[in-house]
């Protein structure tokens, strides 16, 4: 029955999460002062159940393996951390220049890269997989260093912002859980072996979108007063990350038929698409000093980025690989 409803939440994560913005949304509306602070002290151990069993499945000794695809991780940590900061910026000032929130919560998706559908697409679209998971690893790992300086120099005067406090959020919500998802990994695989492990690998990833669920629902209840009193302007969020997106795909498309391998190039277009939403809706939803309302954007991000990775991947299975015709595929998938 549980292994039923994390593998139901994981593969409906989409319209889950929808359903848990909405319910928070209203929630908000109705819950007292004394449940919202119940609700509030839950945050930091609901992160951190979201976040771990997702480390689980990240092997670290891939991070050795990067001079083995020096190319494509060289690649996506050039375009995570010098092209898409720069989109991001445009992107704020340009939509949020009056939001500093909103444009907070943009920062976080830009800045930190790769998720664990970052693998999962590539393998499924007949990329490179051992490139996917090593730009994986080390654009995490990168992201724990670099994001409280990236932000301390974009937030400026727009928020108050605390780069000690950010260091300790990601010591708490990235490198804790990466160590105990770590450890956890080796003594599940010693005790169960590959295959047994291969097993509950899934109910890993329906556990961290249960913690999402729990999130977005926590996160849109504290702030349902804030974004329901701008109702259009909460709305037309989507609109930059529609275009962020957009702009990501194309970078990367560009990119891997430039300068790589068929193969290294799905893996490098899957290592800068896909944003670890997780951690970042994590960041900001435990965060005492960035605001809030930036949660907003990455729940939103939710909506865009399975749909951008299942699309690609049936452009290069279902189109390229078969020679399919789009419309063919695209009234396949409607």
Same mark, same amino acid.
């Not at 449940?35 to 979201?50: C, D, E, G, N």
């Not at 009193?229 to 194309?250: H, K, N, Q, R």
């Not at 893996?267 to 809706?281: D, G, Q």
């Not at 005492?288 to 907003?296: C, M």
């Given at each position: 029955?549980?292994?039923?409803?994390?593998?139901?939440?994981?593969?409906?994560?989409?319209? $889950?999460?929808? !359903?848990? %913005?909405? =319910?928070?949304?209203?929630? +908000?509306?109705? *819950? @007292?002062? #004394?449940?919202?602070?119940?609700?509030?002290?839950?945050?930091?151990?609901?992160?951190?159940?979201?976040?771990?069993?997702?480390?689980?499945?990240?092997?670290?000794?891939?991070?050795?393996?990067?001079?083995?695809?020096?190319?494509?991780?060289?690649?996506?940590?050039?375009?995570?951390?010098?092209?898409?900061?720069?989109?991001?910026?445009?992107?704020?000032?340009?939509?949020?220049?009056?939001?500093?929130?909103?444009?907070?919560?943009?920062?976080?998706?830009?800045?930190?890269?790769?998720?664990?559908?970052?693998?999962?697409?590539?393998?499924?679209?007949?990329?490179?997989?051992?490139?996917?998971?090593?730009?994986?690893?080390?654009?995490?790992?990168?992201?724990?260093? $670099?994001?409280? !300086?990236? %932000?301390? =120099?974009?937030?400026?005067? +727009?928020?108050? *912002? @605390?780069? #000690?406090?950010?260091?300790?959020?990601?010591?708490?919500?990235?490198?804790?859980?990466?160590?105990?998802?770590?450890?956890?990994?080796?003594?599940?695989?010693?005790?169960?072996?590959?295959?047994?492990?291969?097993?509950?690998?899934?109910?890993?990833?329906?556990?961290?979108?249960?913690?999402?669920?729990?999130?977005?629902?926590?996160?849109?209840?504290?702030?349902?007063?804030?974004?329901?009193?701008?109702?259009?302007?909460?709305?037309?969020?989507?609109?930059?990350?529609?275009?962020?997106?957009?702009?990501?795909?194309?970078?990367?498309?560009?990119?891997?038929?430039?300068?790589?391998?068929?193969?290294?190039?799905?893996?490098?277009?899957?290592?800068?698409?896909?944003?670890?939403?997780?951690?970042?809706?994590?960041?900001?939803?435990?965060?005492?000093?960035?605001?809030?309302?930036?949660?907003?954007?990455?729940?939103?991000?939710?909506?865009?980025?399975?749909?951008?990775?299942?699309?690609?991947?049936?452009?290069?299975?279902?189109?390229?690989?078969?020679?399919?015709?789009?419309?063919?595929?695209?009234?396949?998938?409607?």
């Amino acid at each position: 029955m549980i292994r039923r409803v994390l593998l139901g939440i994981k593969r409906n994560l989409l319209y $889950v999460v929808v !359903a848990s %913005l909405v =319910l928070g949304l209203l929630a +908000g509306q109705v *819950f @007292d002062a #004394g449940t919202k602070r119940l609700l509030q002290s839950a945050i930091t151990p609901v992160l951190f159940l979201m976040i771990y069993p997702m480390m689980i499945n990240i092997d670290l000794k891939e991070v050795l393996n990067v001079r083995d695809h020096v190319a494509p991780v060289a690649l996506s940590l050039a375009i995570n951390f010098a092209v898409v900061p720069v989109l991001a910026i445009a992107l704020a000032r340009l939509f949020f220049a009056g939001n500093p929130a909103y444009a907070v919560g943009l920062y976080l998706i830009a800045l930190i890269p790769t998720s664990g559908m970052t693998a999962a697409w590539t393998g499924l679209a007949d990329g490179d997989l051992e490139a996917a998971l090593v730009a994986m690893a080390a654009n995490l790992l990168t992201a724990v260093v $670099v994001l409280p !300086a990236y %932000l301390s =120099l974009l937030v400026g005067d +727009g928020a108050t *912002f @605390d780069p #000690g406090a950010l260091y300790r959020q990601m010591a708490l919500f990235v490198v804790v859980p990466m160590i105990a998802g770590n450890v956890t990994r080796r003594l599940l695989l010693r005790k169960q072996g590959s295959s047994g492990f291969r097993r509950l690998k899934p109910l890993f990833g329906g556990a961290s979108s249960l913690g999402v669920m729990a999130i977005v629902f926590i996160a849109m209840t504290m702030r349902s007063q804030a974004i329901l009193s701008d109702p259009i302007g909460s709305a037309i969020t989507i609109v930059p990350l529609v275009l962020f997106y957009a702009g990501l795909l194309l970078v990367g498309v560009a990119v891997g038929r430039t300068l790589l391998p068929t193969e290294q190039g799905i893996a490098l277009i899957y290592a800068t698409s896909m944003r670890n939403l997780s951690i970042a809706v994590a960041i900001a939803a435990a965060s005492e000093t960035l605001p809030t309302e930036a949660i907003l954007p990455i729940a939103l991000a939710y909506l865009l980025q399975p749909p951008l990775g299942a699309v690609y991947m049936h452009y290069r299975r279902d189109v390229v690989a078969e020679g399919r015709a789009v419309g063919d595929v695209v009234r396949s998938l409607v």
